[in-house]
């Protein structure tokens, strides 16, 4: 490391970094070794470790899929590190929280958030969730929420019983690598009939060089419950390559209801592959918020499988590319039973070259009747150079299904900018307000900070866009 | 009596096409002036480049403004100096509310902020004045809105900014019989001696409600007659096509 923190922070606005105190940091790169130590040091059932060994060896037969970016192909699996822990044990209130990462949390805002609206944080510090905390009434009501490590240590029958269910380790390239290696990440499990009244939240860092973060995360919603999860993270920029790898995996039972909401704005040289699937079983109703900012590539297409009829799927998508980057995102919805219904809706913004993509799968079993889908794509480009691009595939074996399916690519809009400054703002504020007005209708989905943040990085992102 | 807005043979094209060819008018504190003329004959033309809308190039003359050439000046500048168009066509801004539109372009025109409080008291004075309800400033900007909202919209907007110079470019056209009255009752209300107000329209019955002290006709991208209120009633009642005859014999 021999960038200068004020250089990096001068290039990228969240990127203060700490010196690595890291307690223990695995050697760069993978193999059954790494696997096994990971695995020891977590003191792991023997059923996780095979778990993970079986993983392992399905990533190194396994291919990055044909439709993938090239740029896949620049990762380098040897160049990472596999583990970091960054403090030996999980912190259960805000003081015990070792001093350097709580100035990085301070400059993220989490305590005043915490005051003002969380519920729980499980903050995710390198590999680890180092700080923890759950309401009291959230105890009391039975609800589980917890680092993924700590949950299989205390509620291992209720873990093995869901873990690796929904996003089995041979899923795709990515989800093998995150079931060999995973650490940290959120557990959550709500009884029948709870309702989690304010929002889980979670931020995650990534903050060693190189070191890839393979969060795993399990969400329960027993019968008739309903939970609302948070995740947004800002990282700091490092001067080569990181590769963010998750898996999240929800399951939402007989008409419980789950929204997972995810603000990310990885620093441009953050590769984001990430697998999240969600089954909804029957009456339920699985809603993603996936916003986008940042990263070099981001690949990641939330999907909900409706297995019971009345199951309902939402996915609301919001991609941001600026220059280099490419946002690869969509969304994927599986109708595997009757009277199901979805809605897809991606926003994306590409400015400076930037580059996003829109990749959607809309299935229909064959028996499946009663089925209706709306999905709209709308893209916004704020200058020629950059661009979008649209892949919508649809397999519906099935004749009773009603699907609205609308693609908009717009460029900014030299009459609503005249409009606007013609009541006095400028042009950057005018271009400004029509971004926001755009992505408004996932903004307003949002939890307010999340909201608030939200807009100031896409007005961040946007400064210099015009003029 | 000061001079407000001066237009000196002014020329204009989109593309290829001159449109404006040599427009003069003066406009003083306290006038009422109305421009009429057939359809495209370059009216809206004539507003968008009094306003600055990059689309339409500047070929001759000058345009100037509280003693200054706002020529070179961009539309947010020359909105913040005071000048105002109320669109034929307003252009949805989906996903923006108008209050937050309406805050930020007060921020903008007076170049400081305005204390939540006052602003929201002059909101809602304003919209009482237009006779449109509370939900409307939490809709988006002209997104959905039937004709007649969007105007109603428009005259909201320059009731909130209080311009120096107002430029109405068919407000009435998509008004209802009792929105027109409600609306020409405000704008005599915002009317007051330092302003000046530029109506284009195609119809006598806007100025029977605000009534101009001079009329103007512009054909062909030129003033081909000015006089007083009696030249609007003539062509109403004369049309244009004999109006454009009698010029043509005159
Ligand atoms: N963007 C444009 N591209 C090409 N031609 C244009 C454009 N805008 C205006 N014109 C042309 O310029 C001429 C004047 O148009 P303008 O809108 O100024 O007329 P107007 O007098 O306002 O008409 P109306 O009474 O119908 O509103 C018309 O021939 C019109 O077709
Ligand atoms: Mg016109």
């Known amino acids: 490391m021999t960038t200068a923190p004020e250089a990096i922070v001068g290039e990228y606005k969240w990127g203060f970094y700490d010196p690595e105190e890291a307690l223990f940091k695995a050697n760069k790169g993978l193999s059954r070794e790494i696997v096994n130590v990971i695995s020891d040091m977590k003191g792991e059932p023997q059923w996780m470790r095979e778990f993970r060994l079986r993983a392992l060896e399905i990533f190194w037969q396994k291919q990055d899929p044909p439709w993938g970016s090239p740029q896949l192909k620049e990762i380098d699996f040897d160049d990472i590190h596999y583990y970091v822990k960054a403090t030996d044990r999980d912190e259960r209130s805000w003081d015990d929280v070792p001093e350097y990462i709580r100035r990085t949390f301070d400059r993220l805002g989490i305590p005043e958030a915490e005051r003002k609206y969380l519920a729980g944080v499980g903050a995710q510090y390198d590999s680890e969730v180092v700080y923890h905390n759950i309401r009291e009434d959230l105890e009391k009501q039975g609800v589980i929420f917890l680092g993924t490590d700590q949950a299989l240590k205390e509620h291992e029958d209720i873990f093995k019983e869901y873990f690796g269910t929904v996003v089995p380790p041979g899923d795709n390239r990515y989800a093998a690598l995150n079931s060999a290696v995973w650490s ?142 490419h946002q690869d995102a969509g969304g994927k919805i599986v109708h595997a039973a009757s009277n199901t219904t979805s809605t897809i809706i991606s926003k994306s913004l590409s400015k400076d070259g930037g580059r996003t993509s829109y990749r959607g799968l809309l299935k229909v079993y064959e028996g499946c009747e009663n089925v209706k889908s709306t999905v709209r794509c709308d893209a916004l480009l704020l200058d020629e150079e950059s661009r979008s691009d649209t892949y919508p595939t649809m397999e519906i074996d099935a004749p009773d299904v009603h699907i609205q399916h609308e693609a908009y690519v717009s460029k900014l809009g030299e009459d609503q900018l005249f409009y606007l400054m013609s009541r006095g703002l400028s042009e950057e504020a005018a271009a400004k307000m029509i971004v926001n007005g755009f992505v408004e209708p996932i903004v307003k989905e949002l939890p307010m900070e999340y909201a608030v943040e939200l807009n100031r990085l896409i007005e961040l992102q946007m400064e210099g866009a015009v003029g | 009596m000061s001079t407000l807005l001066e237009i000196r043979d002014l020329r204009a094209k989109i593309g290829e096409k001159e449109i404006l060819k040599g427009v003069n008018l003066v406009i003083n504190a306290g006038e009422i002036h109305a421009i009429m003329g057939p359809n495209g004959s370059g009216k809206s033309t004539l507003a968008n480049v009094l306003m600055g809308n990059p689309a339409y190039e ?182 244009y096509d004999e109006f454009l005859a009698e010029l043509a014999r005159a």
């Open chain 1, 184 to 325: 940290g990440g959120s557990f959550i499990y709500v009884p029948k009939g709870v309702k989690v009244e304010i929002p889980l939240q979670a931020y995650f860092r990534i903050n060693t060089q190189n070191m890839g973060q393979f969060e795993r995360t399990l969400i329960i919603a027993d019968e008739g419950s309903q939970v609302h999860y948070v995740e947004g993270c800002t990282a700091p920029i490092y001067r080569s390559d990181s590769l963010h790898s998750a898996v999240v995996e929800i399951i939402v039972k007989r008409g419980a209801r789950v929204r997972y909401t995810t603000i990310q704005n990885w620093s441009n040289n953050v590769y984001n592959l990430v697998t999240k699937r969600a089954v909804a079983y029957q009456d339920a109703v699985m809603e993603w918020v996936d916003g986008n900012l940042g990263s070099k590539l981001t690949m990641k297409y939330p999907s909900v499988y409706l297995m019971e009829p009345g199951a309902h799927g939402e996915i609301l998508s919001l991609a941001f590319a600026g220059k280099g980057q």
């Open chain 2, 58 to 239: 500047v070929t001759g003359g000058d345009i100037v403004f509280k003693g200054e050439s706002v020529l070179e000046m961009s539309p947010d500048e020359r909105a913040r100096k005071g000048l105002f168009l109320a669109f034929q066509y307003p252009v949805p801004i989906p996903g923006v509310t108008l209050v937050n539109f309406l805050r930020q372009a007060v921020n903008a025109v007076r170049g400081e902020e305005v204390p939540i409080r006052e602003f929201r008291e002059k909101l809602f004075s304003k919209m009482e004045l237009l006779k449109v309800d509370q939900d409307f400033a939490r809709r988006y900007v002209n997104d959905g809105f039937s004709g007649g909202e969007k105007k109603r919209a428009e005259m909201l907007q320059m009731a909130v900014l209080e311009p120096a110079m107002a430029i109405l470019d068919e407000t009435d056209s998509g008004l209802d019989i009792d929105a027109l009255r409600t609306v020409a009752d405000a704008v005599n209300k915002l009317m007051n001696p330092n302003m000046g107000l530029l109506l284009i329209t195609h119809y006598q019955r806007l100025l029977n409600h605000i009534r101009p002290q001079f009329v103007h006709v512009l054909v062909d991208g030129r003033i081909a007659r000015s006089g007083g209120p009696e030249l609007a009633e003539y062509l109403e009642a004369r049309g």
